[in-house]
């Protein structure tokens, strides 16, 4: 395995650059944050999000870099809702993300501190915002799962539309449709 | 159709669209009456349900899950114990910053001459490794080096490429030399006349905006070291500061040896030199007023070249004159107002194979100096020179190469070579973090400006690794 001496002052120089490591890095400063929110709400619960976020950036530092890092977000997506949906499965705890079934996020913050917090920022939302939240909320799961994906983790149309398996006309009449009954609602 | 149901406008508002198919909506946007109360509503409809996802808490994993991710994954690779008496870009500062006697300096040397001897071995063992990673790498799927037109608006011409014995210098110098009994004087032959006696009021110093320059028409302020050896300490600080999302304070940050921490894409020397220099001159970004130097020195790819073992090239110092008719004053970015290398006491150090060296130097052009009409002919059209001094492998000559940069009219810095770009964004950045006085009126906006188009072959990533660090940085800013 790859040595590395602590603090020397040589590694400036001429130096040898893993491409897999500069990607996990990168990939982990960006994303590590979206994709577990997102690992939350498939699975609706923090412990076995982290496990499959640990496993998406395992799996990726397998890979060869040439061949994911121009679609990286939409990869890590995909492998990482591939993750969720395994867990499910394999703990036969599968529920299909039908269109009456709603998740309960506050549920799944396991911290306290958190949880006062959230309760904090809630308290301070005006009606609207929390209109809006609950509305978000109670979307039909392939309309929450897209506007999450667009809104939060900001990937786009055509990314979208790989990790969820979807055309990207398909992606652009979602956002559409729930852009606008959001938007109706709120006036 | 009412344009409110075309889902064109909704990926028009989200950026969704190429340039063709938003003229369209843009059109059709112009022909409706109330598009621009249709367009702000939109548009805070948007930013409110990405604040209310905001609201989730920012789940992640656990300190042990990432730690077991990065534990296999160093970015660098190179093996082998580093030698003790390397000095770094901020250790020079540091231990040449106060005036030693000659005497001092001598001792010190001659402590250290064992130390030479071990770490010119231990760096020995790390160049091998090097080669054999690099070799290593080609099975990686790297590219080759495709090299590049240069993009230098300034001729730079070798004048001189062996002052070794004679030739000027100094002999007790040279004999010094040879019996490493202490760092030789800086032969002191000044080419563009001798300086001013130093004025004990002013201290060789030029103000600007209530900045301080150092006037190269004083004595002690001609010549500027710049070390050739820096350490990467301070991209490491900014790297594992910026994995957690936080940022690291400004004064343990080094921005010299930042700059250098950057792999940039400099020309290799022609067969037979040891360096090759590159430069050029731009508008400074951040101040009209001032022009930035930007010099590149990439060291020859000695082994390869000649088959042979590995061969450092030592007592290697890199120093620039300044041309006072052209520079009313400079500043070395990143280097402490008062702790500038001295040229006669400064370290020799040595540099690897395939090593590059970057300087960037704010200037202060001279007023209604003759921009029009350089001529490679004539020293005074020079606007700086660059002096390596090394002693040759081969056969343990002393040599000096020195190239000078023709005076020309500074591009402006949106022409510039994408690695002074790049180079100038990471000194924006680092000055910008703080732990400087004054820091430039350099912004982040700037600093990614001059960074995006900026990346180059980006082999390795480094760069756009970087660029989402300023985004990054200015984002932690403007919260706090």
């Not at chain 2, 843009?26 to 409706?32: A, N, R």
């Not at chain 2, 090593?355 to 700086?384: H, I, R």
Request: glycine letters at 6%; charged letters at 30%; a negative charge.
């Amino acid at each position: 395995m790859k040595e590395i001496k602590e603090n020397n002052p040589m590694s400036a120089s001429p130096r040898v650059i893993d491409p897999s490591a500069v990607l996990l890095r990168r990939a982990l400063s960006e994303f590590e944050v979206p994709l577990t929110r997102y690992a939350v709400s498939i699975l609706g619960d923090i412990e076995r999000s982290r496990d499959a976020v640990q496993d998406t950036f395992i799996k990726l530092y397998a890979q060869e870099p040439k061949s994911v890092e121009d679609k990286l977000k939409a990869w890590i997506f995909t492998v990482c809702r591939n993750r969720c949906y395994d867990i499910l499965k394999k703990e036969k705890r599968m529920k299909r993300l039908e269109d009456d079934k709603v998740h309960a996020l506050a549920s799944t913050i396991d911290d306290p501190a958190q949880l006062m917090a959230r309760a904090e920022d809630r308290a301070k939302l005006n009606s609207d915002l929390r209109k809006l939240l609950s509305m978000i909320d109670e979307l039909p799961g392939r309309q929450r799962e897209v506007m999450r994906l667009k809104f939060q983790a900001d990937l786009s149309y055509k990314e979208i539309g790989e990790a969820l398996g979807i055309t990207t006309g398909n992606v652009g009449f979602i956002v559409h449709s729930t852009f606008k009954k959001l938007r109706e609602a709120m006036s | 159709m009412n344009i409110e149901d075309d889902p064109k406008l909704t990926a028009y508002i989200l950026d969704e669209l190429d340039c063709d198919e938003a003229l369209v909506i843009k059109k059709k946007l112009s022909e409706s009456e109330d598009s621009n109360a249709l367009m702000r509503k939109a548009k805070e409809c948007e930013s409110m349900i990405r604040e209310a996802y905001d609201m989730e808490p920012a789940h992640r994993m656990t300190s042990q899950q990432r730690e077991g991710i990065l534990k296999d994954s160093e970015i660098v690779a190179v093996t082998g114990a580093a030698p003790d008496k390397m000095l770094s870009f901020s250790d020079g500062m540091k231990s040449f910053g106060k005036e030693q006697t000659e005497a001092e300096v001598i001792n010190v040397w001659r402590k250290s001459v064992p130390l030479l001897v071990s770490f010119s071995a231990a760096a020995l063992v790390i160049g091998m490794a090097v080669v054999l990673l690099k070799y290593a790498q080609i099975g990686h799927g790297f590219k080759s080096k495709i090299a590049q037109e240069p993009l230098d608006p300034f001729s730079v011409t070798v004048l001189d490429s062996n002052a070794g014995e004679g030739a000027g210098r100094d002999k007790l110098s040279w004999v010094q030399r040879q019996m490493e009994v202490g760092p030789v004087k800086f032969p002191v032959i000044y080419r563009y006349g001798q300086p001013k006696p130093l004025n004990e009021i002013s201290k060789g110093l030029v103000f600007l905006d209530g900045e301080s320059f150092r006037n190269p028409a004083m004595e002690g302020q001609r010549w500027s070291v710049f070390p050739s050896n820096v350490s990467s300490k301070s991209y490491d600080l900014l790297r594992e500061f910026m994995l957690v999302g936080d940022i690291p304070d400004g004064k343990n940050i080094h921005v010299g040896s930042l700059i250098n921490a950057f792999e940039y894409d400099y020309e290799y020397p022609n067969s037979g030199e040891n360096f090759a220099v590159n430069a050029e001159v731009a508008n400074c970004p951040w101040d009209s007023e001032r022009w930035l130097i930007h010099i590149g020195v990439r060291v020859a790819d000695i082994n390869k070249n000649k088959g042979k073992d590995i061969q450092l090239l030592r007592e290697v110092r890199m120093a620039i004159e300044f041309n006072p008719d052209r520079v009313a004053g400079y500043r070395l970015i990143g280097e402490d107002n008062d702790k500038k290398l001295n040229v006669n006491n400064s370290p020799d150090q040595i540099v690897l194979e395939g090593q590059t060296v970057t300087a960037l130097y704010e200037v202060v052009p001279m007023e209604g100096a003759d921009f029009s009409e350089p001529s490679t002919q004539n020293v005074n059209s020079e606007l700086v020179s660059v002096r390596i001094d090394y002693t040759d492998p081969e056969n343990e000559d002393s040599r000096s190469l020195i190239s000078s940069i023709s005076n020309k009219r500074a591009v402006a810095w949106e022409e510039a070579s994408e690695d002074m770009r790049f180079a100038a964004s990471v000194a924006g950045y680092g000055l910008l973090l703080g732990g400087h006085e004054k820091g430039p009126s350099a912004t982040y906006d700037l600093v990614l400006q001059l960074a995006k188009d900026a990346l180059g072959e980006d082999k390795n990533g480094q760069r756009s690794e970087f660029i989402d660090w300023i985004k990054k940085t200015k984002k932690i800013k403007q919260k706090r």
